[in-house]
């Protein structure tokens, strides 16, 4: 999961929204919790489950990013409860926005996003896909499929 979590934040920037997608155990939280140190935060990144959101400020803007906003969307309902919490606010520019069981909201997001799919193979490993949803420009297209390449992950690009 480590190697997962430096690879995408070496990629990721600003503005940037990542859906995650797995069963209950899957490594969904963990990936945000091993991914928030490399990029900066210095908090102890729990499952916002119950606050639904979380907010990780970094020490320093990394690569447009300035904090981590963290969704879980396992225990909403509707879709009025997502617009209470401040829907519009999860997506800022300067934030990398990670949501858990992001699925369930998907087709509300009006934006290019990437997602990732994990899923347990065993409870040591796990696989990954890493899809694209929307365009990116050919530059940052062809730098993730090359990172993507170099790590040895499968990617849908």
């Known amino acids: 999961m480590s190697e997962m979590a430096a690879d995408l934040g070496a990629f990721l920037c600003g503005g940037d929204v990542v859906i995650l997608i797995g069963d209950i155990g899957a490594g969904k939280t963990t990936l945000v919790a091993e991914m ?11 499952s916002p489950t119950f606050a639904i959101v979380a907010e990780y400020e970094l020490a320093n803007e990394y690569q447009g990013i300035k904090k981590i906003i ?8 509707g879709v009025n409860e997502l617009y209470d919490l401040g ?4 997506f800022a520019p300067h934030a990398l926005t990670m949501i858990e069981w992001g ?4 087709e509300y997001i009006d934006r290019n996003h990437f997602r990732l799919i994990i899923e347990e193979q065993t409870p040591d490993t796990r696989s990954f896909v890493f899809e694209v949803v929307g365009n990116l420009d050919k530059e940052r297209s062809s730098l993730l499929e090359n990172r993507l390449l170099e790590s040895g992950w499968y990617q849908n690009v």
Request: proline fraction near 4%; hydrophobic fraction near 45%.
């Open 87 to 90: 829907f519009e606010t999860i």
């Open 103 to 106: 699925e369930r909201i998907e």
């Open 36 to 46: 928030a140190p490399l990029l900066g935060a210095h908090v102890q990144v729990t």
């Open 70 to 77: 963290h969704v879980d969307t396992y225990r909403l309902v």
